[in-house]
T-cell receptor, first 112, second 114 residues
Framework: IAGITQAPTSQILAAGRRMTLRCTQD?????MYWYRQDLGLGLRLIHY???????GKGEVPDGYSVSRANTDDFPLTLASAVPSQTSVYFC???????????FGEGSRLTVL | GNSVTQMEGPVTLSEEAFLTINCTYT??????LFWYVQYPGEGLQLLLK?????DKGSNKGFEATYRKETTSFHLEKGSVQVSDSAVYFC?????????????FGRGTQLTVWP
């Protein structure tokens, strides 16, 4: 079982460019999340989705958008990247019974 | 709202030393409690969990007890190893809530020297 698959693993892009980070799960979990991890700040929630067709804002949603067309996929889009969006991004889904989160391996994004 | 206060790092220990990482939380409901671990260059993975008061979660020699009266979930290990070097995150989750999402502490970096 793959669990959570993220792509790309790492990416360098110029400021102002559009970028989509992909996330796919094979556990049929309804709830999915995008976090960013920055040194000294821990994990901060960007957006979440409780079920296909619905999304919500987390702690730091500005500059990001998400969509949830189906259960398995939860892409994160940066419409116009800025250097402050340089970070490691983690996608996760949660088991509805235990609340346990399952994480992808992360996508390291550098915006120059 | 919910929040987590986790002992700040970095924590540096010698091999076989005793480890405690403190974690206290606030929650409006009755959460399940989790410790996640992140090894260098990897994503977070579940270390242990407890779902009700006085439960003890344990895994890989680590333990944590759900203390409802003190709203704490401190992580302990009697004898750390070099391979335990990682970042540890405490996270309560309001199981059954419409959001069901975890609130993470800032993480505690642990380095174990041989």
């Amino acid at each position: 079982i793959a669990g959570i698959t993220q792509a790309p693993t790492s990416q360098i892009l110029a400021a102002g460019r559009r970028m989509t980070l992909r996330c796919t799960q094979d556990m049929r979990h309804n709830a999915m999340y995008w976090y960013r991890q920055d040194l000294g700040l821990g994990l901060r929630l960007i957006h979440y989705s409780n079920t296909a067709g619905t999304t919500g804002k987390g702690e730091v949603p500005d500059g990001y958008s998400v969509s949830r067309a189906n259960t398995d996929d939860f892409p994160l889009t940066l419409a116009s990247a800025v250097p402050s969006q340089t970070s490691v991004y983690f996608c996760a889904s949660s088991d509805p019974d235990s609340g346990e989160l399952f994480f992808g391996e992360g996508s390291r994004l550098t915006v120059l | 709202g919910n929040s987590v206060t986790q002992m700040e790092g970095p924590v540096t220990l010698s091999e076989e030393a005793f480890l405690t990482i403190n974690c206290t939380y606030t929650a409006t409901g009755y959460p399940s409690l989790f410790w996640y671990v992140q090894y260098p260059g990897e994503g977070l993975q579940l270390l242990l969990k407890a779902t009700k008061a006085d439960d003890k979660g344990s895994n890989k020699g680590f333990e944590a007890t759900y203390r409802k009266e003190t709203t704490s979930f401190h992580l302990e290990k009697g004898s750390v190893q070099v391979s335990d070097s990682a970042v540890y995150f405490c996270a309560p989750n309001e199981r059954g809530s419409t959001l069901g999402r975890l609130y993470f502490g800032r993480g505690t970096q642990l380095t174990v020297w041989p």
